[in-house]
């Protein structure tokens, strides 16, 4: 297929939601795709479409990009810029993604085949030989795609890995609700409202806990094939697509099952509506959680602390997943120095 070389007129012309292109050293990239997934909002490649960003993606003012942003851009690539000559003439040759670009000194990296996501995705984990090293080095480099990716491939079962934003409190809610009032049948209110309090506190270190311990606990992982796979199905997915709109709450059933067991050591440890209490506000945390979560990948935070943790959250997915727990907050990630 013949190389397309697109003039500097061309490319600019390309410039609203319907249909952005921008340049990166000389290479023709159609985003319209993909400016609503980006991580930083569509604003800002709104304000410099059908123009070069080149120097752009290394301005510490805007945002310096890692490499998995520039792996990121290879699908979308279309062709090249003309030479500064004008005329549409012969290109110096097809964008290499592993070449060194020496002008602004970064050296990007040829997007490597992993998991091939207009495919199921966990036959695709389950049949490989991938050993451990190789499989945490790839599902942390972020991919995009413009819809949900198929995991089983089974619609009645793909159904289970869907979760809208909005399912988080219409299933927990009621919930809450049922342990707070059960809670008040033998806990007076003023003490109810600070036993709400400590659960709502608690959740913040179970929500530490629970990314760092068991999202990810790579060092503990054995080198196997079904330890890869449920990996991948808790958090893998998460990290190889960060800004799949319909993957970013936690599905109930998945939810229900790591809350049971923190719902029993509350009920069973402080008996006389004292667990209860705890567990609505420990309960609430986590929809406050899950909302946020969802927010600061797909909204447009307000306020210095959200426009905070969303940079921060972003940063754990594009520049280093080992790093960086906290997601409504960096209290805990101070306590147990993994701050970003």
């Known amino acids: 297929m013949a190389l397309k070389v697109f003039s500097r007129d061309e490319v600019a012309a390309h410039h609203t ?15 319209s795709h993909f400016i609503f997934d980006h991580p930083g909002g569509e604003e800002i490649l709104l304000q410099f479409g059908g123009r070069d960003i080149t120097k752009v993606l290394q301005d510490p003012s805007e945002h310096v990009h890692s490499d998995a942003a520039y792996d990121m851009l290879e699908p979308f690539y279309i062709g090249e810029l003309e030479a500064p000559t004008g005329g549409k003439g012969k290109s110096k040759g097809k964008a290499k993604a592993s070449s060194d670009d020496s002008d602004t000194g970064v050296e990007s990296s040829k997007v490597e085949t992993f998991i091939d996501i207009t495919k199921p995705m966990l036959r695709q984990v389950w049949v490989s030989n991938w050993n451990k090293e190789y499989y945490l080095k790839m599902v942390h480099i972020p991919r995009h795609a413009h819809n949900s990716a198929p995991i089983f491939g089974h619609p009645m079962l793909e159904i289970f890995s869907l979760t809208p934003w909005w399912v988080i409190p219409l299933f927990w809610l009621p919930i809450i609700s049922y342990c707070a009032y059960d809670a008040l049948q033998t806990v007076e209110p003023t003490r109810f409202l600070a036993l709400f309090g400590v659960g709502l506190f608690n959740w913040t270190l179970i ?6 311990f068991l999202f990810h606990m790579e060092d503990l992982l054995p080198d196997h094939r079904i330890a890869l796979t449920v ?25 229900f099952t790591l809350a049971y067991p923190i719902w029993s050591l509350y009920v069973y440890s402080f008996p006389n509506g004292i667990g209860q209490a705890m567990t609505s506000g420990s309960m609430l945390g986590f929809v406050l959680y899950d909302m946020v979560h969802y927010y600061i990948h797909h909204g447009r935070p307000y306020g210095s602390h959200l426009k905070e943790m969303k940079t921060y959250h972003l940063d754990h997915h594009y520049k280093n997943a080992n790093l960086g727990f906290g997601i409504t907050s960096k209290f805990w990630d101070i306590v147990f120095n993994t701050l970003l």
Do not use: C, Q
């Open 17 to 31: 939601a319907k249909s952005l292109w921008v340049t990166v050293n000389n290479k023709v990239y159609d985003i």
């Open 207 to 212: 929500e530490y806990g629970l990314h760092r």
């Open 231 to 255: 990996h991948f199905l808790l958090h893998g997915i998460h990290h190889y697509l960060p800004m799949d709109r319909m993957r970013l709450v936690m599905p109930p059933a998945l939810g």
